[in-house]
């Protein structure tokens, strides 16, 4: 077989359809992955209609393109160069490449190169322009190449479809491992019953945190997250109170740590309740994109000696880390409700995630076998 089905868009604004394209040959560094699973990114709609207009300074691929996150699969063929992988290794692509020449990207730190970029979704300088040139394919085709520098080894544990969960795990993994969260700790989750927010729930207990507070508007999603361990994860209703003031009555100091899932939808004003809510010396790290500008006082944050620390993505190390927490059974997604989509459905699946989607379901595309 030659060929190979893929979704593209044609044009911004418009729907996926599905075309047929030669199957991609890989570069002398690169992989062939036949593609098992691919997450159905829930922003992606914004993305291909008003990201040229909001954020032109975010390149798209030239159209037509295939897009598609969090993709897991099969080698099927590995460059001349490549002796790390064989035919039949199952793995995670990590999206996030870098230019692969500067110092950054020889450090394994491509999210600091200034041409990032997501394949299958968008870049982040002008430089990506180039990145997107070198690998168009992505996890709604059929088969894509990735570099080596990319891929993430799956332990016989993990199937596909929880792997095409990685990107928000591992952002949430990032984030947290900037936080320096240790051991007996305290931490608050903003946005809890969001993808971002389950996740970071789960990496929680993993880390070892002593009291962790989820804090959403669904009461149901919070009864739910509380389940997960009683004892260590104390819900906060949004919207009661303030956010503040309820962990305090709990923690009269504070806590050590507030992870900010919130998505561009929520108010600041619920960023800046949470972040009243953190001890003397502790952490806020943003990885959710709440709408800004947030107000911060400059005094307040020099006398507390508090940090606001930005995390974007994660490293293809982390996704490393991350399997290895499944493989030990330190981390597992059997919460998770799975939604799955044949390819060509892929103009339904984003429809449905928009108004069905929450942290606790796994929509993704299931590739034929």
Not at 58 to 77: H, K, M, N, R
């Amino acid at each position: 077989m030659s060929m190979m089905k893929a979704a593209r868009l044609h044009s911004v604004g418009g729907r996926f359809t599905i075309d047929e394209l030669p199957i991609p040959t890989p570069g002398p560094n690169d992989v062939l992955i036949q593609v098992k699973s691919s997450g159905i990114i829930p922003n992606l709609k914004n993305v291909t209609t008003y990201f040229p207009e909001w954020y032109p300074f975010l390149p798209l691929p030239e159209l037509p393109a295939i897009f598609g996150l969090d993709s897991a699969g099969v080698v099927v063929t590995v460059g001349e160069n490549v002796t790390t992988y064989q035919k039949g290794d199952r793995v995670y692509i990590n999206p996030g490449i870098g230019c692969g020449e500067c110092s950054s990207c020889h450090s394994g730190n491509a999210t600091f190169c200034n041409s990032f970029t997501f394949m299958g979704y968008f870049g982040f300088g002008a430089g990506s322009t180039n990145v997107f040139k070198r690998y168009p394919y992505a996890g709604y085709g059929q088969y894509m190449t990735a570099p080596i520098s990319s891929l993430v080894r799956l332990p016989e544990n993990l199937s596909f479809a929880s792997a095409s969960r990685f990107g928000y795990l591992g952002t949430a993994y990032s984030g947290i491992r900037k936080s320096q969260l240790r051991p007996s700790q305290s931490i608050l989750i903003l946005g809890a019953s969001g993808t971002l927010g389950v996740n970071a729930t789960l990496l929680a207990l993993a880390f070892g945190a002593a009291k962790i507070f989820v804090a959403a508007r669904d009461p149901e999603a919070l009864k739910r997250l509380q389940a997960l361990n009683s004892q260590r994860i104390i819900p906060i209703q949004m919207g009661d109170e303030a956010i503040h003031e309820q962990v305090r009555r709990h923690l009269p100091d504070g806590v050590d740590v507030m992870i900010d899932t919130l998505g561009a939808k929520s108010p600041t004003a619920l960023a800046t309740d949470g972040m009243q809510a953190v001890t003397r010396g502790g952490r806020i790290i943003q990885i959710g994109g709440v709408a800004g500008p947030i107000p911060i006082d400059p005094h307040p944050f020099m006398c507390a000696q508090l940090q606001y620390i930005g995390s974007l993505w994660f490293t293809t190390a982390e996704g490393n880390e991350l399997a290895k927490l499944f493989e030990a059974g330190i981390l597992d997604f059997s919460l998770l409700e799975e939604h799955a989509y044949p390819l060509e459905e892929i103009n339904k699946a984003l429809t449905d995630i928009e108004s069905q989607g929450n942290g606790f379901r796994n929509f993704y595309i299931a590739h034929e076998a």
